[in-house]
T-cell receptor, first 113, second 115 residues
Framework: KAGVTQTPRYLIKTRGQQVTLSCSPI?????VSWYQQTPGQGLQFLFE???????NKGNFPGRFSGRQFSNSRSEMNVSTLELGDSALYLC????????????FGSGTQLSVL | DQQVKQNSPSLSVQEGRISILNCDYT??????FLWYKKYPAEGPTFLIS?????DKNEDGRFTVFLNKSAKHLSLHIVPSQPGDSAVYFC??????????????FGKGTKLSVIP
């Protein structure tokens, strides 16, 4: 089974621009979550989607948004980029039994200059 | 307010000895706890988990202990191997109002196993 795939692997943007990151979950997984990892801050929850519906949202500004498609693929968008948005963005998918474990992709490293 | 805390940013252990990674939490609604391991340039991978109804779970060299009264859990790795060198994240989950589970992660502990 293929793992969670995130594209692109690296991105460099400038302040004020917007960016879209993509995530393809493991086949059959319907729940997709997004996390932001910054140095020394651990992983912070952005949002979770299930069957195209956002079920849960973390404490991030409205500049961070996401969506999920009917094939469970997900995208997240960050508008009006700020320097502090530089981070590793991780996508994770899980099956029905959410509690068991998340399967993470390798992430998209975003650098905002 | 950090609900899951890993107070040791780093830990060095000799190969063959025991590694003990600690994690404290504040939210009594957490009912499931997990440990993830992360190598540079890769996503975290699931290592071991424990339900709040248990106080111990073992999987090979890895054992997780949960002390609910102290709101503390620990991961023991015995014996430690150089390949265990990575960042270890503690995570806790609780069901949200929308019916989904959300994981709250600690900031991680970087384990270095010295050959």
């Amino acid at each position: 089974k293929a793992g969670v795939t995130q594209t692109p692997r690296y991105l460099i943007k400038t302040r004020g621009q917007q960016v879209t990151l993509s995530c393809s979950p493991i086949s059959g997984h319907r729940s997709v979550s997004w996390y932001q990892q910054t140095p020394g801050q651990g992983l912070q929850f952005l949002f979770e989607y299930f069957s195209e519906t956002q079920r849960n949202k973390g404490n991030f500004p409205g500049r961070f948004s996401g969506r999920q498609f009917s094939n469970s693929r997900s995208e997240m968008n960050v508008s009006t980029l700020e320097l502090g948005d530089s981070a590793l963005y991780l996508c994770a998918s899980t099956g029905q039994d959410f509690n068991e474990k998340l399967f993470f992709g390798s992430g998209t490293q975003l650098s905002v200059l | 307010d950090q609900q899951v805390k890993q107070n040791s940013p780093s830990l060095s252990v000799q190969e063959g000895r025991i590694s003990i990674l600690n994690c404290d939490y504040t939210n009594s609604m957490f009912d499931y706890f997990l440990w993830y391991k992360k190598y540079p340039a890769e996503g975290p991978t699931f290592l071991i988990s424990i339900s709040s109804i248990k106080d111990k779970n073992e999987d090979g060299r890895f054992t997780v202990f949960l002390n609910k009264s102290a709101k503390h859990l620990s991961l023991h790795i015995v014996p430690s191997q150089p390949g265990d060198s990575a960042v270890y994240f503690c995570a806790a989950s609780a069901i949200s109002g929308a019916g989904s589970y959300q994981l709250t992660f600690g900031k991680g502990t970087k384990l270095s196993v010295i050959p």
